[in-house]
């Protein structure tokens, strides 16, 4: 088969169980027992379960020819074709899909990700998998694995995978990268971690990655991020399991989807910046604020502003920075981000508010880093 080939049949689509809050066990019910060896991709009772969790993004993208790598439709293909198009993963467990949306990634909402982690407890809790794995777009996968790491509650590995060429192109990445994923989902080495980020023979810790290149293959990195990498499809590990320092469990198992969570924006810190779009964020309804300052977190022109707003509404204002690496201290009128990213301090903060944290309880979620 031409690589070129691999993807182009899209075959059947295995659409989602997802359960309405007020049928909720019945469903659980329903969706455990139906769980059968034939809903299984394959099956080998000597292997673990894993479910692929599929979102959309590059890794299920369609372009038009297989040289196309740039302005293709991401979430074009459906779970069940990813799985078909890497016939390996039956040697390695039995693999059930799940398509929970076909987005690209930023296109991802609130309610998708409540719908994601909910599925995803309930099918880690049910004891018969082993391990999960979510395929993503790569440009916001970041957020989706945070947020995962902090609402999961497991020693089970759940890990988050993606794509940088569509999965019709020359060399695409996303067979070689979902083989990887799901053989560390099934692996014991992978347990009591959180979360993870599998991209380019990489393991990297869901807390402290980010995307670093808009084309290129390598993407994810970030100096505290790497846990471990692939030698010949098996993950090796650098360091025992263990969880990061600062992290903290959020409940949002009884939030309901479509409620969302709080509204949280992010004011991008430069030049000459606008200080009406602090309050202008406030008047479309932000329960919290994150900014991305220059350099150690100051934001220009507007110190005062955030001051006033803080004073006024006592609203969490969380200042992180939009240089890449560093560490945000926490100010009178601001709590800080330490080293989480400004994307990465607003899923924190939304789902703080969320789960009903007063400002001084946020504040020391963010700030677990005392310095002198
Ligand atoms: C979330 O799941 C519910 C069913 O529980 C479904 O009705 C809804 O469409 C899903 N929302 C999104 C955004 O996928
Ligand atoms: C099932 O998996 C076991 C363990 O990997 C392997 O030894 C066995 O050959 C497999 N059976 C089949 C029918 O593939
Ligand atoms: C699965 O493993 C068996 C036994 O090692 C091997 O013969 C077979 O080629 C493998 N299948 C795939 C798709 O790699
Ligand atoms: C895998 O799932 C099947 C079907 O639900 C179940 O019978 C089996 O016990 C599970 N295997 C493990 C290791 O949990
Ligand atoms: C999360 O909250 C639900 C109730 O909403 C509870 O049943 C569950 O045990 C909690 N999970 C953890 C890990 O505390
Ligand atoms: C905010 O409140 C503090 C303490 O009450 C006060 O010293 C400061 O002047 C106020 N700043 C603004 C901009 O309102």
Known sequence: MRPSQVFLPLVGIVTSVVASPVHHVTETLNHLAAREEADFSCFNASLPNVTIYA??????????SADQTTGYTAGAIGVQALIDAVPQLCNISNIRGVQIANVASGSIVPEILLNLTQKIQEDLDSGLTQGVVVTHGTDTLEESAFFLDLTVSSEKPVV??????????????GPMNLLAAVTLASSEEAEGRGAMIVLNDRIASARYTTKMDANMLDTFSGENGYLGKFLNIQPVFYYPPARPLGHHYFNVSATPAENGLPKVDILYGHQALETGLIQAAIDLGAKGLVTAGVGAGSFPLSGEELQRVYNETGMP???????????????????????????????????ALEVGLEYDEIKEVFEHVKLR
């Open 160 to 173: 988050v995978v993606g794509a940088m060429r569509p999965a019709t192109a020359i060399s695409a990445d």
């Open 55 to 64: 979102t959309g993004g590059t890794i299920a993208g369609s372009a038009r």
């Open 317 to 351: 204002i969380v200042t992180s920075s939009r240089v890449p690496a560093g560490f945000q201290q926490g100010r009178t009128s601001a709590i800080g981000a330490g080293f989480l990213s400004p994307q990465a301090a607003r899923i924190q903060l939304q789902l």
